[in-house]
T-cell receptor
Framework: GQQLNQSPQSMFIQEGEDVSMNCTSS?????WLWYKQDPGEGPVLLIA?????ELTSNGRLTAQFGITRKDSFLNISASIPSDVGIYFC???????????????FGQGTILTVHP | DGGITQSPKYLFRKEGQNVTLSCEQN?????MYWYRQDPGQGLRLIYY???????QKGDIAEGYSVSREKKESFPLTVTSAQKNPTAFYLC?????????????FGPGTRLTVL
């Protein structure tokens, strides 16, 4: 199945720096989700986006639903050591019916924060 | 507390043996999903079920089997036909068609085949 193109694959930053990552696709998606996965754990939903152009914040996290519906961005401001983990984007095409809940995932961005 | 539980956290099996991974949810969610995660890759869908006694193949169903006899349970069997079964397995659920496709994940089971 198709996967979303997520970049960068990994990031090494200093505590306090801002972080940006993005997800792109050749197809249109009607829902974009961003998850964080701590080592050895299941992903946790951070932000959900439902409308093209939508900008949503959750604390230090901000995500945007691209206007073309083919991309999404996640920004983390003033990073802290506990931000370490893998960040995944996921999209849903919104065809309805039996396709509900079927997500397409990016490969993940591994974030390392140096104190 | 409501949530998704997966057991065991770590599982070791000898090559050629079938093994069943447990996934239970008490969220009263309609749909459940199984994913496989390998290092450096995203999540790949194995099987999913949107209703009791019905399930659909995902992108990498070969070598796996599932059942959905109860709404709260969706066990995954990794059969001896799966050529490279060592991986991290994640179970997820979603409330239903009106839930905006937000999947919630369990803590995962790491399967190692020796």
């Amino acid at each position: 199945g198709q996967q979303l193109n997520q970049s960068p694959q990994s990031m090494f930053i200093q505590e306090g720096e801002d972080v940006s990552m993005n997800c792109t696709s050749s197809s249109i998606f009607n829902t974009w989700l961003w998850y964080k996965q701590d080592p050895g754990e299941g992903p946790v939903l951070l932000i959900a986006l439902y409308k093209a152009g939508e900008l949503t914040s959750n604390g230090r996290l901000t995500a945007q639903f691209g206007i073309t519906r083919k991309d999404s961005f996640l920004n983390i401001s003033a990073s802290i050591p506990s931000d370490v983990g893998i960040y995944f984007c996921a999209g849903h095409r919104g065809a309805g019916g039996t396709s509900y809940g079927k997500l397409t995932f990016g490969q993940g961005t591994i974030l390392t924060v140096h104190p | 507390d409501g949530g998704i539980t997966q057991s065991p956290k770590y599982l070791f099996r000898k090559e050629g043996q079938n093994v069943t991974l447990s996934c239970e949810q008490n969220l009263n969610h309609d749909a459940m999903y199984w994913y496989r995660q390998d290092p450096g890759q995203g999540l790949r869908l194995i099987y999913y079920s949107q209703i009791v006694n019905d399930f659909q193949k995902g992108d990498i169903a070969e070598g796996y089997s599932v059942s959905r006899e109860k709404k709260e349970s969706f066990p995954l069997t990794v059969t001896s036909a799966q050529k490279n079964p060592t991986a991290f397995y994640l179970c997820a659920s979603i409330e239903g068609p009106s839930s905006y496709n937000e999947q919630f994940f369990g803590p995962g089971t790491r399967l190692t085949v020796l």
